[in-house]
């Protein structure tokens, strides 16, 4: 009988292609440490509205459910763009975010140390490693709030409406705080409480969470100076915490800085152990089926579903110490410098399971 059920949404695009290195790494893995996966597969996205009309069928739902995590490749294409904005491919992600109740999102950005001549920032301004973790408020906010359209002066307008409630600041501060408690102490909130009356409910919840963790150093920076400060010093930040659409802009950015978008991991995560693990990347239409995506990004996030998910901390450092094994002399093309020798898809996926 296997160890974990683990629910398959590989997606549109290079979505399969990484999935498949990430599932064949993990299996690797569990061989190493002593644990067995059962896989079971469902749509999302672009193939969901393709085979079914919509792009989140009420069975991908269930079957995410009944499994102990969740490992999805990427959604959307140019194919899906013309579709009215209920049902496009991003809906499916935002509904099954949703559905599983999936309110906190870790996105980690740290430079491995043969990467760091990617990173377009210079390398005294990096220091030493870089390793900032972003939690991002993920089912509340302007990308849940109200919205519509309507007239106003004899002209068209649109509305979006970013409201939060203490119960949502409060759950994803605690995971913020007990992140921090886990690494330097260190936290920084980030909102615009200077202008934004839900800015200022978020800084006021967070401090008062913060009277349960005495050891934490907190402190707050409205989003803008944040941004700025991402790029003029980033060895400042330990755990990050903010909204849902700071959030998500701030992540990117720290990818950036991180030299790959093609590296970086996530992890969304319930109140229980389910979470949902993905690349931050997009589904890349253009070099689908050509073999040479990057799946490094997913067997990332493969390490930590094993770490947050799966109580498997020691087979998740496993992965990451083969991963920056690997880069020491193999690339796939969009991290590939001279006097690397470079690999695709599967073949970086190979040298993964060797190395663990």
Not at 43 to 48: D, E, I, K, Q
Not at 202 to 214: A, D, F, G, L, N
Not at 231 to 247: E, K, L, Y
């Amino acid at each position: 009988m296997a160890d974990y059920k683990i629910t398959l949404l590989k997606g549109d695009g290079i979505g399969p292609e990484i999935v498949n290195q990430a599932v064949k790494v993990l299996d690797k893995t569990g061989e190493k440490f002593g644990f067995s996966i059962e896989y079971d597969e469902a749509l999302l996205g672009g193939c969901a509205i393709d085979a079914t009309g919509v792009p989140l069928p009420d069975e991908t739902v269930e079957k995410c459910k009944a499994s102990d995590s969740v490992i999805l490749g990427a959604v959307g294409g140019p194919k899906w763009d013309t579709l009215p904005g209920n049902l496009r491919p991003e809906a499916g992600l935002l509904g099954i975010r949703g559905a599983l109740g999936l309110f906190a999102n870790l996105r980690p950005s740290v430079i491995f140390g043969p990467l760091k001549s990617a990173s377009p920032i210079k390398d005294e301004i990096i220091g030493g490693n870089l390793d900032i973790m972003i939690v991002r408020e993920l089912t509340g906010g302007i990308y849940f709030g109200e919205r519509g359209r309507k007239e106003v002066g004899g002209h068209p307008a649109a509305w979006d409406t970013e409201m939060y409630t203490v119960p949502e600041i409060e759950r994803i501060a605690k995971v913020a705080f007990d992140l921090a408690m886990k690494r330097n102490k260190k936290l920084t909130n980030v909102d615009k409480a200077n202008v934004l009356e839900s800015s200022r409910l978020w800084r006021e919840t967070v401090i008062k969470v913060s009277k349960e963790y005495p050891e934490v150093e907190l402190n707050h920076l409205y989003v803008d100076n944040c941004a700025m400060q991402l790029v003029r010093n980033p060895g400042q930040f330990d755990v990050i915490v903010t909204s849902n659409i700071f959030g998500d802009i701030l992540s990117d950015e720290a990818s950036m800085i991180a030299g790959s978008i093609g590296m970086l991991a996530s992890a969304s995560l319930s109140d229980g152990k389910l979470g949902l693990y993905e690349p931050i990347h997009g589904s890349a239409p253009d070099i689908a089926g050509l073999g040479i995506a990057n799946p490094l990004a997913t067997i990332l996030s493969v390490a930590m579903m094993l770490r947050y998910s799966l109580d498997q901390p020691k087979a998740a450092q496993a992965i990451e110490t083969a991963v920056a094994k690997v880069l020491e002399t193999y690339r796939t093309p969009d991290i590939f410098e001279e006097g690397m020798k470079k690999v695709g898809c599967e073949e970086m996926g190979d040298l993964v399971c060797k190395e663990l």
